[in-house]
């Protein structure tokens, strides 16, 4: 593995001398990371919550995303309901622009890469070559979900079920019960947060320090209330939410979190 | 029994005469003339007030012609179509036109069909319809989206359209036109008639409901003078109808396109009705919205009528006056509650409890606007301000349902700006003055929905259907490039990427005709026809033991508020709703689960302002009124006293300027307006303004708006700033489309045009089915992803266009901002006005600048390290 420092990508949000200090939030131990997003272990494995949704593993160089639901606008379409056909792009880019800004040596699609199982086949001839096009100079793992339990037929990269990393299994969907040391996708976790001037929902991170489950990063993807009864037994304690904003992750407290 | 057009009785068949007669009743001038206009075939809309016996007048042409018709050997179609916009008042008249029926023995079947019609009659009525069918707006999309409408509809010879003036001005009015044209296509001698109580501009509701034919001259307003009392009025200009007799054999005899086809008839003026001013004690109240200062008042007014309705202009009001009226209600008086909140049972029981004349009040909200008729209620109380004097005139309409006798009405102001409005009012309805709404242009996603019905219903052919689109009143000057961007949008989507034309949801055939691709993508349609979208709503029910997590499930359930309205508040938090103080237990999918509240002192929810907005009619007559200083004398000691210590302090300005102040207050620095155009225009301004005191470097900190006035506060004085320029209409270019399209707005309405236009479902954003649990999948994402990589979309152009009229009204801002030009009055104070004071009691709602959503989790994260700090 490349024990090769962080060189975040120089998203210059300003922050305050207070925002650099180590917090410990209801017992958690987070750091704002300069890229906007948060610092924090699951397990002993250092990991930063990108504002994209991205989780990255500095030792390592590894970018792992969840959930891109690839096509979902066409798969809607052919049932008769015309989305803008421009989810994958959409989410192309996203991906492109965090693996511009990390160069990293490997990035894993943890799982639901592809809306359906014939996503692939109304794939543009120019969204696949950007696809494969993630694997020049670095490993691609595809890891497969429950949408897309074939993997890729075409396009290059390894295939895998679940994978090991730093100490941590990734896998799309999370194990039931508590799984120390899982990094998974599939439940696109969102938090609501409730204020008297109104309330935000937001797409998030989950975690209680032992595993984290990623929000979903595809453009037309949904999320799921994280005190939906899916998530009832996940975690040893209540978890902290990294909840996306436009350039920074916030942390917020299970306290401060609401139904739908 | 004559009138001045000359027409008698004898129109009447015998039998009609008898039973006028029967009933101690002669026939009434208009409704006669209706009869004349049902026998040449004209189109007519009658403009008669409440208890004028108008709905009698739209249908006698029909019932006239039904009884005269010989006997017929095949079963025979749907001679009248009557539409209303509520579907309570579908019922009722169904119920009032079957007594004269079945009182003359006439062999006539009319019928009702609305949402609530049991499956059972309504598939009995598709296969042997009723010769009158009365229905919604919407149920109309519905069966012209019906494979076979053309079949069903060809013997319609007369569609009638009720309480037209609710529904030209919207969306619902739209699509209904679009039906219109459509069935004149399939039924070519049906008649249009259209009835309205109250109408500022017979033109522009003529114009709406009017055919316009290909080369239809355009529309002129200048040739119309007042109709005054009874009798016919039709424009100068058109030829007075020759076809007499018989319609069907000179086509084109009558004047067929256009709003000069439609005669207008005028009944006769009701009695005036008696306004009055309530003044409390001989004071108004600085501010305030609940007018809580008069309820011993009201209550004692109410104890001397027979039955009071008691109108407010938004539900929290309705339950705080239901609440504070019962406080004071020691002889018990029967006092009901109802507002649009509440479970329809429960509205359903105090409509047939008033209409047994069993209660004495009644306080409702614009729930009760409209329709049925109750008899015996003799005063309608206005609970602070009236908005508009449309809206007035409706509502005194609904005291006094007989003719000849005076309505009467009691405003009662809750604070001193109310008060000027109320005068203004007042007047503005003793002068026959009326408000309206502006003639508008067709909505494009409008005609998305309706460019798929069509297609559902049978295969059109594309230039056929822009003409019928096209004699559409709203739609009249559609151009081409508009109405094929819309084909294409129903058709693929309308990208500008081209990838889903094999998932295209019409298809053009190999004659030519567009249809539908297949039935799953029809079927579809029909269950999402219709132009009213409502905000998700949240069933409020009693909880269940258990509580919320563990039993899931709620208990009865009391009713329905909008999603967001109780967000304000957390479990065990209390409130009140349907008349009684509720605990909130929790909010659980869509159910809002509360348990009775032991505690009768509730923490109110805010329940947003008023929602309406002041007109602008009634606006300039407040304007009007506070500049004449002669005028004053008719307002109350206390009012005038302010006005004359503003006229000291600050200023008092002429009805075209604007009168602008700044002052030093609190530490603050404070700019306060007072352009009396609305809640929604000030608070678009004030946006606006506060974007460009930042780039001056004035460090706005927050803002308040009401109808009447708008304050800024600030770290730096502002009375330096060049005004004219700050207010310089150019505000509404860059500023406002850069603000826009970042505002939530602009979201909201992207989902209402989503909806319409049929690119998402009405149960969307739905479940994805997981293991049964609900992915929300926001509108939203799409509306981020449409904008970024196709900013001119047609649904983006809808949205903007919904955004500026309905939720910032632009319009009416940049109509201020032109009048107000070069005429802005400063007046660079020491200390607050007296005018400003109602303005600045109201702060504490304000909202600050800046993006508050991001804010909300700057907080909660912040709440998390003060916890880890303590």
């Known amino acids: 593995m490349n024990d090769v420092r962080v060189t975040e990508a120089p998203i210059p949000p300003p922050l305050g001398e207070g925002d650099r200090a180590q917090h410990g939030g209801g017992g958690f131990s987070f750091e704002a990371s300069p890229c906007g997003g948060l610092s924090l272990r699951v397990r002993n494995t250092a990991v930063v919550f990108r504002p994209s949704g991205a989780l990255w593993l500095a030792a390592s160089r590894t970018l792992v995303v969840a959930d891109l639901h690839l096509e979902k606008g066409s798969a809607y379409a052919s049932r008769g309901q015309l989305l803008p056909p421009y989810d994958t792009a959409e989410t192309l880019r996203r991906l492109e622009a965090e693996v511009a800004a990390l160069s990293p040596a490997a990035v894993v699609l943890l799982g639901d890469t592809f809306h359906d199982r014939r996503s692939e086949d109304r794939l543009a001839p120019d969204h696949a070559a950007r696809l494969a096009g993630l694997a020049d100079g670095r490993r691609l793992i595809w890891v497969v979900g429950n949408h897309d339990a074939d993997g890729p037929r075409c396009l290059p990269g390894e295939t895998a079920d679940e994978i090991a990393l730093e100490g941590l299994d990734f896998r799309h969907e999370p194990q039931p019960g508590q799984r120390p040391g899982e990094v998974a996708g599939h439940l696109h976790p969102a938090a609501r947060v409730v204020a008297a001037r109104g309330s935000v929902r937001r797409r998030c991170f989950v975690t209680d320090g032992e595993r984290v489950i990623l929000p979903a990063f595809g453009a037309y993807a949904g999320g799921l209330n994280i005190r939906d009864r899916a998530f009832a037994g996940l975690f040893v304690r209540s978890p902290l939410a990294g909840a996306l904003g436009p350039a920074r992750v916030r942390a917020v407290g299970w306290r401060q979190l609401a139904d739908d | ?870």
């Open chain 2, 1 to 870: 029994m004559a009138d001045a057009a000359g027409l008698s009785a004898d129109l009447l068949p015998p039998k009609f005469q008898a039973w006028f007669a029967g009933r101690g009743w002669a026939p009434r001038a208009h409704q006669l003339e209706m009869v004349a206009k049902g026998r040449t075939g004209q189109d007519a809309l009658l403009i008669a007030p409440t208890g004028g016996g108008k709905t009698l007048a739209g249908f006698l042409p029909s019932l006239i012609e039904i009884a005269e018709r010989p006997p017929a050997n095949s079963p025979r179609g749907l001679h009248t179509l009557y539409i209303s916009p509520l579907k309570a008042l579908a019922v009722d008249v169904e119920r009032n036109l079957n007594a004269p029926i079945l009182e003359m023995g006439l062999p006539i079947v009319a019928e009702s069909r609305t949402g609530d019609t049991g499956i059972a009659r309504r598939q009995r009525q598709r296969v042997k319809p009723p010769d009158i069918l009365l229905t919604t707006p919407e149920q109309l999309a519905l069966l012209c989206a019906w494979e076979g409408a053309r079949l069903y509809f060809e013997d319609l010879r007369c569609v009638i359209l009720d309480e037209i003036h609710t529904l030209h001005a919207s969306k619902r009015g739209d699509l209904l036109a679009l039906d219109l044209a459509r069935l004149q296509q399939l039924a070519p001698h049906m008649r249009r008639v259209g009835l309205s109580a109250t109408v500022d501009d017979p033109e522009v509701i003529k114009t709406w409901m009017a055919s316009h034919g290909p080369n239809a001259p355009s529309v002129s307003f200048a040739d119309t003078s007042p109709a005054s009392g009874g009798g016919t009025h039709l424009p100068s200009s058109s030829p007075v109808p020759t076809g007499e007799g018989d319609p069907e054999g000179v086509e084109g005899a009558l004047v067929r396109h256009g709003p000069q086809s439609i005669a207008l008839v005028r009944g006769p003026p009701g009695a005036e009705p008696i306004v009055d001013v309530l003044l409390s004690e001989g004071r108004v109240p600085w501010a305030g919205h609940t007018a809580q200062h008069a309820m011993a008042e009201v209550y004692d007014v109410i104890r001397r009528s027979k039955i009071a309705l008691i109108f407010v202009n938004t539900r929290f009001q309705a339950e705080f006056a239901f609440q504070e009226l019962w406080k004071i209600n020691d002889d018990g008086l029967p006092i009901a509650l109802h507002h649009g909140s509440l479970a329809a049972e429960q509205r359903r029981k105090v409509e047939a409890a008033m209409a047994r004349g069993e209660l004495r009040a009644v306080v409702c909200t614009s729930t009760l606007d409209l329709g049925i008729d109750w008899g015996d209620v003799d005063l309608v109380i206005q609970l602070a301000s009236p908005k508009g004097a449309s809206r007035m005139v409706q509502r005194i309409g609904r005291a006094n349902h007989r003719l000849d006798e005076p309505s009467r009405a009691l405003f009662v102001p809750a604070n001193r700006f109310e008060m000027l409005e109320c005068q203004a009012a007042r007047e503005a309805i003793a002068e026959n003055r009326l408000d309206g709404d502006p003639p508008r242009v067709g909505a494009l996603d409008v005609l998305a929905q309706h460019v798929m019905g069509c297609a559902v219903s049978e295969p059109f052919d594309l230039l056929e259907l822009y003409d019928e689109v096209r004699s559409a009143g709203p739609y009249r000057d559609l151009p081409w490039e508009d109405f094929e961007q819309v084909v294409d949008f129903v058709s693929t989507g309308g990208y500008a990427l081209k990838t889903y034309d094999r998932f295209r949801r019409i298809v053009q055939g190999q004659d030519g005709k567009w249809r539908v691709r297949n039935l799953q993508i029809a079927q579809r349609h029909r269950l999402n026809v219709g132009a009213i979208v409502s905000p998700a709503m949240l069933s409020v029910r009693i909880a269940a033991r258990g509580g919320p997590n563990r039993a899931g499930r709620g208990g009865r359930k009391i009713g329905e508020v909008e999603e967001g309205m109780l967000e304000m508040l957390d479990p065990g938090d209390t409130f009140v709703f349907a008349g009684q103080v509720w605990t909130l237990v929790g909010i659980t999918n869509l159910d809002v689960l509360v348990s009775p509240a032991a505690n009768k002192d509730p923490k109110m929810p805010s329940w947003g302002g008023s929602k309406f907005a002041l007109s602008t009619y009634l606006a300039k007559r407040v304007r009007q009124l506070m500049f004449d200083q002669s005028h004053w004398a008719v307002l109350p000691d206390d009012v005038r006293e302010w006005l004359e210590v503003q006229k000291d302090k600050s200023l008092i300005v002429g009805e075209d300027e604007l009168l602008l102040e700044t002052f030093p207050h609190r530490k603050r620095h404070f700019l306060v307006c007072y352009p009396f155009e609305g809640r929604l225009a000030h608070t678009t301004l004030a946006m606006l303004l506060t974007r460009r005191l930042e780039r001056l470097g004035i460090g706005p900190l927050g803002f308040v708006c009401n109808d009447y006035a708008m304050a800024i506060w600030a770290l730096e004085p502002m009375d330096r700033v060049d005004l004219d320029a700050l207010f310089d209409q150019d505000m509404l270019g860059d500023d406002l489309e850069s603000w826009l399209q970042e505002s939530f707005m602009m979201k909201r309405a992207f989902k209402g045009c989503a909806i319409i236009s049929g690119l998402i479902e009405r149960r969307f954003p739905g479940a994805e089915a997981k293991t049964g649990r609900q992915i929300t999948f926001s509108t939203d994402l799409i509306y981020d992803v449409l904008r970024r990589h196709q900013p001119d979309h047609l649904l983006l152009r809808c949205a903007r266009d919904d955004a500026a009229t309905g939720l910032i009204d632009v319009a009416r801002l940049g109509d201020m901002l032109h009048r107000i030009a070069g005429r802005i009055r400063h007046a660079a104070l020491d200390h607050l006005s007296p005018f400003s004071v109602p303005i600045l009691l109201e702060i504490g709602k304000e909202r600050s600048p800046g993006d508050a959503r991001e804010m909300i989790l700057a907080d909660a994260e912040a709440d998390l390290i003060a916890e880890a700090t303590q």
